[in-house]
């Protein structure tokens, strides 16, 4: 099988994101039978297989509900429609073992705050965590959210990444950019009092930083000392900061960067080895005015420090009425200069739009 950090010069990592929750890529609907989803799944897998894709990343934790079987959460809703129902079957394991059989990785992607993507939306599970530690969440926007500053959600974070590590022979355990949520103007996120009792004699940004330190530094230590070998990866919104905040910035125009909004260190924690890779999400065309491909790309290859960075790649805009995307070109020379600066892979979101393979994009990659 292949490890996203085991990729030999020949065989670089071509990954998909298969993206569970609101159904967006699998399963295509709730409430289908155990047969059904697994139908659909082996069909995507083939596809991916074909296509020359050997990673796929598995959203198995879209919103504190598990598409596994977990000791602390309950069976997601986005495969039954009823979250806490048993599907029938185990899908974690499932899709480990199809992947494994087309020799392909398996990278489990968890969210680590999220708890409800929704609040307007069904009701949670009795035996859902915001139902049994309703003090551990916030509520923001549309969303309730894990308190990123209580110690209690760090231990339960890593605990929740121990089980899945422990128990399943995943090829990486991965995470992607929701840590403290994107700003919403006007709506400043409510963690006063958590930071008056908590704060540690830091400033507020730095506290919220240093929040997300401890649980990546936690994560780390936690999955190295079941797997020592076992990738931790994340994948980031694509600009760290801007170089007008940060000499060490890209030279973008980003509305909000992981460090100044998400609070997101992502360079410390390569710095420091607490991950393994980063994917960083470079989701816009060659030559945006605000934020180009070319300077994001080759920024994050000068700045891997020695890790292995893969590029997140925007296929679900393949399509769009715009001269970069109305066609299989944009994506295509995206794809090449990853290989040209030297990247170790690239990884697409979303699965649908793979394979819907709008003016046959995939198959103008060599």
């Known amino acids: ?111 680590p705050y999220r708890a409800v993507q929704n609040i307007y939306g069904p009701a949670q599970s009795p035996g859902h965590i915001t139902k049994t530690h309703p003090e551990w969440f916030i509520t923001y926007g549309r969303q309730k959210l894990f308190n990123p500053g209580l110690p209690e959600v760090w231990k339960y974070i890593t605990n929740i990444a121990a089980e899945i590590v422990t128990k399943y022979d995943v090829d990486g355990l991965h995470m992607d950019d929701y840590f403290y949520p994107y ?74 960067t992981n460090y100044d909004d998400l609070y997101a260190d992502i360079l410390k924690w390569m710095k420091n080895d607490w991950i393994d890779y980063a994917a960083p999400q470079l989701y816009w065309e060659c030559g945006n005015k605000l934020c180009d491909y070319h300077v ?25 009425k715009t001269p970069s995307w109305n066609g299989h070109a944009g994506i295509k020379k995206q794809y090449q200069l990853s290989k040209s600066y030297g990247l170790q892979g690239v990884i697409f979101y979303n699965t649908n739009s793979i394979l819907k393979n709008k003016f046959m994009w995939i198959d103008q990659l060599d």
Not at 310 to 316: F, I, K, P, Q, V
């Open 296 to 320: 994001l790309a080759q920024w994050w290859k000068n700045h891997s420090y020695g890790k292995h960075i893969y590029a997140g790649l925007a296929s679900y805009r393949v399509g769009e």
């Open 1 to 111: 099988m292949l490890s996203s950090c085991a990729q030999s010069d020949s065989s670089s990592l071509r990954g998909a994101w298969l993206t569970t929750v609101d159904n967006i890529d699998w399963p295509s609907k709730k409430g289908l039978s155990a047969e059904a989803q697994q139908k659909e799944l082996i069909y995507i897998l083939d596809f991916l297989k074909q296509k020359g894709f050997n990673a796929v990343f598995m959203q198995v934790r879209p919103a504190a509900d598990a598409f596994y079987l977990s000791s602390y959460e309950p069976w997601s809703i986005y495969l039954t429609g009823d979250q806490g129902t048993d599907p029938g079957y185990d899908p974690l394991a499932f899709a480990i073992e199809e992947c494994h059989k087309r020799k392909m990785s398996l990278h489990a992607w968890m969210n």
């Open 183 to 256: 700003r919403q103007a006007g709506n400043p996120f409510p963690d006063a009092n958590t930071y008056l009792k908590f704060n540690r004699g830091l400033l507020l940004d730095d506290w919220r930083r240093s929040n997300v330190d401890t649980v990546i530094h936690m994560l780390h230590d936690t999955i190295k000392s079941i797997k020592p070998n076992l990738p931790f990866g994340i994948s980031p919104f694509g600009v760290w900061r801007n170089a007008s905040s940060d000499t060490a910035g890209s030279y973008t125009r980003a509305g909000q």
